[in-house]
């Protein structure tokens, strides 16, 4: 049997690097003349660096920046020739703040504005950053103000708390600083930034925005996007990772799916051609995991391929006829399978477990 194994990370237990070699190790115990592809997925949030320096001949430049909260935060840009590589959750993901500590309207971007000037002044001419899995929703405000940007009646780098006020934006500082720096927005979804499926109603919960106070903050990114560029916030992905998507495409970024780039740079076409079976993964397989996110990507190259696609993951909260919409043939819990204490105590003896009993099913 040969098997493709391209999970995401399970967030907050294992990477997605760990939860591939999970997956295998479990498979082979139960099929151990299987061939193994291994191919760690990511969809522009936490690992994008992760698993693109595992396949791009490039090297990593560490960098301190601003966290979402403004204390110090540790970061890698991966250099590859005028290119650079940026995971903007390493500068604002929702990972960086304890879930007591989280502050989701005073949280900036202003860290991701300082990876990109570093990948600058390291020589970049071409800037690829990862989006997803922030904690922040400033509109981009922060990655502006680092990168130049100034306002009067209010604050860029406060987070959307500080765009309350605002009277006016100079957006021209940035832009002359980054005039010739081409921008790739890689972005894990497509949602605009205000309104309805824009970025503070769709994402704002998981951040701790609370619905009370949806309109307020949505608000806020409404009075900045009508001083800095109002069309701009309906465009596709701009409402990604708190509306960074929204400030790139200000500086003329070109927006791309996230997981696409990551299939494409990891050969995931030509590997899925290679086997019998695509497996991948997840934390949470729900609503969230279809559009442009990675197991709905893995599905669709597997699909294209004319191959399987199972799914294991976490928790499993969608529905059969939607999960076969995506082009998945099944999917296995691990809460399910061995419980939620075990699945987080033991997250890869857990997923091991699971993928073992996946096999039972589907190797031949
Ligand atoms: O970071 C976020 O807000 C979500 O992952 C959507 O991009």
Redesign the pocket.
Known sequence: MRVLIAPDKFAGTLTAVEAAAAIEEGWRRQDPQAEVLVAPMAD??PGFIDVLSAVVDGTLLSVTVRGPLGDDTPATVLLAGEAAYVET?QAC??HLIEPKQRRPEDATTYGVGQLIAAAVEAGAKRIILG???????DAGAGLLAALGATATGGRLDAGATGLAELTAVDLEPARERMAGIEFVAA???E?PMLGLRG?TN??GT??GITDERKPAVDGWLTRFAELAGRKTADQKGA????G??YALLLLGADRISGIDLVADLTGLKEKASRVDLVLSGEGAFDFQSRDGKVIAGVAKVANDAMRPCVVLAGKVQIGSREMRTMGVESAYSLVDAVGEERAFADPHGSLAAVAERVARTWAR
């Open positions: 522009g949030g959750a993901g929702l989006l997803g899995g922030s904690g922040t929703n972005s894990d979804v949602n970025a769709i994402f998981q951040k409402g990604a990772a708190g960074l998507g």
